[in-house]
């Protein structure tokens, strides 16, 4: 008879060949990101373009590799939440101290 343990675990895992197919699709990204840079674009587009795919190389490495893909929504939510808090932390942060400047000395 089967523990609750090991009936936990029976679960499929991903293969190597998957973490190999995440590892070139982060690979392609990060060939799309030097390309964006190297190629002269308008700063809007190049900021923006940067931070999506930066999100989405982020998305991959934190579903794939840290295993959140697998575990419980709890955890999903858990860990976007804090996610979307420093992200809107650090977007206030910005707005407030958009035209801050240091006093000549």
Excluded: C
């Excluded at 090991?6 to 190597?16: G, I, K």
């Excluded at 858990?78 to 240091?102: D, P, S, Y």
């Amino acid at each position: 008879m089967a523990t609750a343990e090991q009936q936990a675990h029976t679960e499929e895992h991903p293969t190597p060949r998957t973490y190999v197919n995440v590892a070139i699709i982060l690979s392609i990204i990060t060939i799309i990101e030097v390309a964006i840079v190297i190629v002269e674009v308008p700063s809007v587009i190049l900021i923006s373009s940067l931070l999506a795919l930066s999100a989405v190389k982020f998305a991959f490495v934190v579903g794939w590799f840290m295993h959140l893909k697998f575990d419980a929504r709890l955890y999903q939510a858990l860990f976007l939440g804090g996610l979307f808090l420093a992200i809107a932390v650090l977007l206030a942060l910005v707005a407030l101290f958009e035209n801050f400047t240091l006093p000549a000395t």
